[in-house]
């Protein structure tokens, strides 16, 4: 029987491995390559990109949860994607083949923006002040013991710590168990895609 969480910290150097592993056993993409080595690169970055801040949740001496937060999320992309051309090529070649798919079966539009005390919020913002999660998961193992909502309260506290106002999060549509967590934690949708719910919060609240 899994055990309540011993510990909530920031990602270190010495967690690169682990971080990598446990993204690679719950499916985590990369710009949409999966697998060890695109996991063990954005785990490299987590503990060396200061626009990234990386939580993990350590139960019974390894890594049961994680969650991680970019802000100014474009220029994160260009500079990781910039350090290593051959995972580009790849993620550009991934691109071209799905774009090819899309133009067979359009996406339905969307609406674009949400009203927020009077502020539109728009997905593709980016800036200093804004932090995108970008990945968090729960091992199997460690599921129903709050670790998601635990991880989220305490990147709250840290993003409020480097005036960071907003936090938005991208959501599989069909992820019932995603969309609950966020809902708990104060996110709310401000718009739906075909396949994917985007949502956000004030780190003000």
Not at 24 to 35: K, Q, Y
Not at 130 to 151: A, C, F, N, P
Not at 179 to 184: F, V, W
């Amino acid at each position: 029987m899994a055990s309540v969480p011993e510990n909530i910290r920031r990602v270190e150097a010495t967690d690169v491995s682990d971080l990598a592993e446990a993204m690679a056993e719950l499916g985590v993409t990369v710009a949409g390559i999966s697998g060890l080595p695109a996991n063990r690169l954005i785990a490299a970055a987590v503990v060396s990109r200061p626009e990234v801040n990386g939580l993990v949740c350590e139960c019974r001496g390894e890594i049961a949860g994680f969650l991680v937060c970019i802000s100014n999320w474009k220029q994160f992309w260009l500079k990781f994607l910039a350090r290593h051309p051959v995972f580009l090529f790849k993620v550009v070649a991934n691109r071209l083949f799905k774009a090819n798919l899309k133009r067979r079966s359009p996406a339905p539009s969307t609406e674009g923006a949400s009203q927020d005390g009077g502020n539109k919020i728009y997905w593709e913002d980016s800036s200093l002040a804004i932090s995108k999660t970008l990945y968090v998961g729960v091992r199997e193992t460690y599921r129903g013991l709050g670790l998601g909502k635990l991880l989220y309260q305490r990147m709250f506290e840290e993003l409020h710590k480097q005036g960071i106002s907003r936090l938005d999060a991208r959501i599989a549509g069909d992820n019932e168990g995603s969309q609950k967590l966020h809902a708990s934690v104060g996110f709310k949708v401000v718009k739906r895609g075909r396949d994917a719910i985007f949502l956000s919060r004030s780190i003000e609240d």
